[in-house]
């Protein structure tokens, strides 16, 4: 698909849902998903989608006793879950989207960066509308949840918590930015690198967020960062940094 290119590069994630790797590849020229088999590396199903430029990765919506795990696609026009193992859609949330911050999972429901921020919940009669907050809009880092919180950073570094259950806004923290990547969230605290290779660790309360910590990298940091066995792991434009406890 040599035709598949956006202004700024493809930025789109992978997702693995158990045999199949799902691949959203969507630009002006091209757009399209597909399904692969991880074994032999066959295309499984491809799918059309909206010609535009667009930098979402997949989501995953685990499986439950009422339906499989589905992979949720995002772009300006909304998000369609797709079974992995056909490409079938079983579901569309048809009122526009980021085409930048992807959707977050909580639990059963699903956070979409849709005018702010918008929660649906999929149901036997079809999908529910949670609720929708205007005053929780992510700039280019995805929505982050934590202890009953959706955690959005907007594009004047502002680290806005709303609560989940309602999407009411809760307060704000000023951090330094701009933000390129997606916080991270483990053992209770929120992990944020910004551009500049800063990193804040954050304690997220419900009444407040206090930042704990800084640490100047001194590396540019455009890409989220990973957690495992006790480290976060980080990509600059330099290195590939760990950081753990001694």
Request: glycine residues 10%; proline residues 7%.
């Amino acid at each position: 698909y040599p035709n598949a290119s956006n202004s700024l590069g493809m930025s789109s994630s992978p997702v693995v849902v158990g045999s199949t790797v799902v691949v959203q590849v969507e630009s002006d020229a091209e757009a399209f998903a597909c399904g692969v088999d991880t074994v032999s590396g066959e295309t499984r199903w491809t799918i059309e989608r909206p010609r535009a430029a667009n930098w979402t990765s997949p989501t995953i919506l685990p499986a439950t006793a009422k339906h499989p795990a589905l992979v949720l696609l995002q772009s300006s026009k909304g998000l369609t879950a797709v079974n992995p193992e056909t490409g079938a859609v079983a579901w569309q949330f048809d009122k526009g989207a980021s085409t930048i911050p992807s959707a977050t999972v909580i639990g059963d429901s699903v956070v979409i960066p849709s005018n702010g921020l918008t929660a649906v919940r999929p149901g036997e009669s079809g999908l529910d509308q949670l609720w929708n907050s205007g005053s929780l809009s992510p700039a280019t880092a995805s929505p982050v949840a934590v202890g009953g919180l959706a955690l959005v950073l907007n594009s004047s570094g502002v680290l806005n918590a709303g609560n989940m259950e309602n999407g009411e806004r809760l307060w704000q923290l000023r951090l330094r930015g701009p933000f390129s990547s997606t916080p991270i969230a483990a053992n209770g605290y929120l992990y944020a690198f910004n551009e500049a290779g800063v990193a804040f660790v954050v304690r997220p309360e419900q009444d407040k967020g206090t930042i704990i910590s800084e640490l100047d990298l001194g590396e540019i940091i455009l890409c989220s960062p990973g957690a495992a066995n006790g480290a976060i792991y980080v990509r600059s434009d330099q290195h590939l940094i760990k950081l753990a406890s001694p």
